[in-house]
């Protein structure tokens, strides 16, 4: 019976224990399904409460069945466990991933900035629940356009404030400028 169960469940990682809500009972063993990660897993819980632990644990879990993983590990908590294992790369934003998020190809470069400004106006919407003013928008667009016209070098983050920083020197005196530059670089 336990030998059908299983094969109709397909391969599954132990999690630890189930435990009832109502006390601290155990309900029996928590298993997650191979499976059900074709889909996507979201782990929430308050500070501490094992969150990464869990993710190491199921990480373990994909790689006793060889599946390789990839782990985006921002404060490389997953380093020491599982670096230099066969089937795991370990990215950290700065160090061996960065995005180019202002990268421009091809020719139209006005529509490229366009775009690219209007990528940077969905982040301020997502982390800001805010948009970029106009005159943000025009300053950023301004800074683009100055760096690719100069340059054929992608356009990183930390360049991009260098710019306008440059610009709210020049603009010293157009009002509004100065504000809404450094509103644009504290954002960055
Ligand atoms: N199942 C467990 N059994 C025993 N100890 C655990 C378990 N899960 C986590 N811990 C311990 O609890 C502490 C916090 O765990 P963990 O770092 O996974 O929490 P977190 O939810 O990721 O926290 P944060 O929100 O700070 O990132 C660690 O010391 C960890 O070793
Ligand atoms: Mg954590």
Known sequence: ????????????????????????????????????????AHITGTTGSGKSNTAKVICSGLLDNGIPTVILDRNGEYAEEFGGKE???????????????????????????????????????VCYNQELSPLQGRVVREALSRHYRGSKETLTVSRLIEVLERLMKEAENRGGWPESIEAAISRL
Do not use: C, T, W
Request: charged share 25%.
């Open 87 to 125: 089937k795991v790369a370990i990215l950290r934003p700065g160090e061996n991933l960065s995005i180019a998020l202002f990268s421009l190809e091809g020719e139209d470069r006005e529509a490229q900035i366009a775009d690219r400004l209007s990528l940077l106006n969905h982040f301020y919407i």
């Open 1 to 40: 019976m336990q030998d059908e169960i299983n094969r109709i469940r397909g391969p599954v990682i132990h999690l630890g224990d189930e435990m009832l809500v109502s006390n601290p009972m155990v309900r029996g063993p928590l298993r997650l399904q191979l499976y059900s990660l074709v889909r996507h």
